[in-house]
Nanobody, 129 residues
Framework: QVQLVESGGGLVQAGDSLRLSCAPS????????MGWFRQAPGKERVVVAT????????YYADSVKGRFTISRDNAKNTVYLQMNNLRPEDTAVYYC??????????????????????WGQGTQVTVSS
């Protein structure tokens, strides 16, 4: 059974930093794009950042550019999201996702949730003002 397990969420103050981690189990996703998405209460799930399978290509939502950094360590089968200068509007449940099998080895940028087939349970990030 494939699972994506997120960790690193928590309650912080505005301006603080957090680093989220995502460690898949059951298989490796070293040839798959990975992404972080978030969902705030009453809102749709939206992309935060994505990274290609090699780590050489990334995509960021405009709202997090310059503050968040996505990276991956394929040797550890882990994806990270470094979040700096957090704002109250960053409060959401953050989900890790792995791209669908049809994109294995692809260099395509995948900012849409529909292109991801594997999802974690989410980790709560709460930023107080």
């Amino acid at each position: 059974q494939v699972q994506l397990v997120e960790s690193g969420g928590g309650l912080v103050q505005a301006g603080d930093s957090l680093r989220l981690s995502c460690a898949p189990s059951g298989r490796t996703f070293s040839r798959s794009a990975m992404g972080w998405f978030r969902q705030a209460p009453g809102k749709e799930r939206v992309v935060v950042a994505t990274v290609g399978w090699s780590g050489g290509s990334t995509y960021y939502a405009d709202s997090v550019k310059g503050r968040f950094t996505i990276s991956r360590d394929n040797a550890k089968n882990t994806v990270y999201l470094q979040m700096n200068n957090l704002r109250p509007e960053d409060t959401a449940v953050y989900y890790c996702a792995a791209a669908a099998a049809r994109y294995v080895g692809s260099y395509a940028i995948l900012p849409l949730a529909r292109d991801y087939d594997y999802w974690g349970q989410g980790t709560q990030v709460t930023v107080s003002s």
